[in-house]
């Protein structure tokens, strides 16, 4: 059912104070003091390997907020990827009904501002959380450890803490540019004294950023030599994709680029043939630089609508299928997209057509006929620009595991950060220039020779979408949401079909209730 009136709470002082680590006792169940804990890592690294791998599960946890609870579950708590959904459910480009059975509907309708919503409080318990468990990593290291096993997961610490302050500060304050002396959210670091839990003020931009680019500087050190096993795991290259994020939010040009290069180093663009059929499902994709991975037996068949796929892919079992929830592109964005662009295929046209419906097979129905099969209970009929963008877990449509991997960065996301930076420095004829590597994999006949700032948007916004970043580049733009044009509503519901200004504070999310209630330094957003 609808989350519009859930309401679910969550203490950052429970988050911060509360230790899951297994360095917290000894056999005997004697509390081991910090010294002790940098001692027995110094000696045996291997003990924070779980701490590690814990970091790259709370990214993908299925029901982090409610697993083993008597609440009825939320069917959109399922970490990383629905603080993605929301993200892009604020955004311009991103359209669903408004539905009962749509669960982030209070982020299309924007009532999720309020201060005990659900959805909201996801993104700030997942960006705790993962703050958490690499400020216990952090405080298990000794700060002058020459061992490389424990450089490398402290790098990896790093990185993780930087992304969950970096994705909090853009949803709770306007961009940083213009904006360094407003407040974002509390820093909590593993160092901090304890009694600030209590009073714990949130920190400006210029703060949160500084700490922020710091982390990601020391963790690009950090993880030099690093050779990971898993795109799960955060190495060199994300470190440097991560920097020139937020290098890009500073406005610091010539960083972003080259750091976003320096990401890019041993990845491959997804091509022109890899983009002609549904995909975005596994990280062995030769174009992602980072992401969150699944096992089918982390999300049985019960489990199917509490996963990105039961709200995003229009082809796997889920509210997306059996209750018609399919996410869909504005048309207004979609009418911008050339014919002559194979991602155009990524959503079915007015007439519920696209090529990239000829690569799929449900029950022997194959091609655009997919768009009007009706199964009782299982699937119904597609709507116009209905995203065919991601492929069920292991291209099989109508399947109840939905365990594809989900996306945090990849290799296009750093050449578009590169063309942007050059764009905003007016070296926009360079800006075409690198853009144009992109576009011979989508669109032969492009062929610009400069390009602006907002020409390298659009392709952001057609290339990532569904991917969490509409909202992020709004804000980071100054842009306004604008999801109809006079008397053009496109296909929105009229529930959803609003605009808002690039000033307007309803953009910023509100501090948890239950944070302002155990936090004396929290003046919230109004």
Known sequence: MKAINKIWVFALGTAVMVSCSDLDTFPESGIVTEDQKKEVVEDNPERLQADINTLSSIFTKLLPN???????????????????????????????????????SVAFEYSDRNANYAVPMFTWNFCYKLNKQANDILATIPADTENQTLIHYRGQALVARAFANFTLAQRFQFTYKGNEDKPTVPIVTWDMPAERAGANPRATNAEIYKLIYDDLTQAIADLEGFQRTSKA????????????????????WGEAATDAEAALSGYTFL?????????FNSANSPSWIWAGIYKAADTPANYRNITWGGHLCSFARGYTTSQGLYKRINSLLYNMIPDTDVRKGWWINASLESPLLDHMDWDGVTGSAISSLAIPNVKR?????????????ENKCGTDINAGDWCIMRAEEMILIKAEA?????DEGNAAKELKVLMDERD??????SVTVDDVWLQ???ELWGE???????????????????????????????????????????????????????????
């Open 422 to 426: 050059l764009a905003q420095q007016n």
């Open 381 to 393: 009929a597609f709507q116009p620009y209905t995203n065919v963008k991601f492929a069920p877990y």
């Open 233 to 252: 795991a955060a190495d060199r290259n994300v470190a440097y994709g991560m920097r020139a994020r937020v290098n890009l939010v500073m406005n610091n």
């Open 468 to 526: 969490g970043f509409s909202m992020a580049d709004i804000m980071r733009l100054g842009k306004p949401v604008v999801r109809f044009q006079g008397s053009d509503k496109g296909n929105w519901p009229d529930a959803f079909c609003f605009n808002i200004a690039a000033d307007d504070p309803w953009l910023l999310l509100r501090i948890p209730q239950k944070e302002s209630n155990n936090n004396a330094g929290i003046v919230n957003n109004t």
């Open 271 to 279: 091509s022109k043939d890899d983009v002609s059929a549904p995909g």
């Open 444 to 449: 032969a006949s492009w062929n610009k020779s």
């Open 66 to 104: 409610w697993a083993g609870g008597s609440a009825t579950p939320f069917h959109n708590d399922f970490s990383y990827p629905a603080v993605c959904i929301a993200t892009d459910g604020n955004g311009a480009d991103m359209v669903s009904d408004n539905s009962d059975y749509e669960w982030f």
């Open 460 to 462: 952001r916004r057609i």
